[in-house]
């Protein structure tokens, strides 16, 4: 099990260009979501997937899109990179959107994103 | 507005040594608190999840305590090792979703020689 793993682990932009980030979960887990953590904050919820053609956001979602096609895979897209989007970028995945019981998130090792 | 804080910000032990990190929160309504460990570069583990009704947790050397009344939770780290330097991420849960997790900002912990 590979669990959950993003790509790149680092990117470098220039203002207003757009990329995508990518996470892939092999643990067939009905929950994903994005976080991004800044340095003094504690991590905060971007877009979140309660299963595939679903998604919704979380706390911080502008200037971030998000779709889910299929179970395993839910990407990030920066629509126009700002210098504010420099942080580290997490993905979460969980067997249920419930967190009742036994139901952590598992995340990947992040990607750091610099927009100069 | 959910709050959880922290404390202390960060720690310097020594090898062998026991440690406590603290946690409190404002949240409603209260589901279950996580405690998570992130090394440097690293995504967040879980080390453990505690509902309501349960007053410690063990995992290993990391022992977890919660009290629901007066809010608060604790970290205890038992015969520490090198490779329990980290930050040690604290989270509670509001009204039983994922989507509703509130993140403390963490404690570093180094543990030295």
């Known amino acids: 099990n590979a669990g959950v793993t993003q790509t790149p682990k680092f990117q470098v932009l220039k203002t207003g260009q757009s990329m995508t980030l990518q996470c892939a979960q092999d643990m067939n887990h009905e929950y994903m979501s994005w976080y991004r953590q800044d340095p003094g904050m504690g991590l905060r919820l971007i877009h979140y997937?309660?299963?595939?053609?679903?998604?919704d956001q979380g706390e911080v979602p502008n200037g971030y899109n998000v779709s889910r096609s299929t179970t395993e895979d839910f990407p990030l897209r920066l629509l126009s990179a700002a210098p504010s989007q420099t942080s580290v970028y997490f993905c979460?995945?969980?067997?249920?959107?419930?967190?009742?019981?036994?139901?952590?998130?598992?995340f990947g090792n992040g990607t750091r994103l610099t927009v100069t | 507005k959910n709050q959880v804080e922290q404390s202390p910000q960060s720690l310097i032990i020594l090898e062998g040594k026991n440690c406590t990190l603290q946690c409190n929160y404002t949240v409603s309504p209260f589901s279950n608190l996580r405690w998570y460990k992130q090394d440097t570069g690293r995504g967040p583990v879980s080390l453990t999840i505690?509902?309501?009704?349960?007053n410690t947790k063990s995992n290993g050397r990391y022992t977890a305590t919660l009290d629901a009344d007066t809010k608060q939770s604790s970290l205890h780290i038992t015969a520490s090792q090198l490779s329990d330097s980290a930050s040690y991420i604290c989270v509670v849960s509001a009204g039983g979703t994922a989507s509703k997790l509130t993140f403390g900002t963490g404690t570093r912990l180094q543990v030295t020689l």
């Open positions: 505690m509902t309501f009704s349960e």
């Open positions: 997937s309660v299963g595939a053609g679903i998604t």
């Open positions: 979460a995945s969980s067997y249920s959107s419930g967190t009742g019981g036994n139901s952590p998130l598992h």
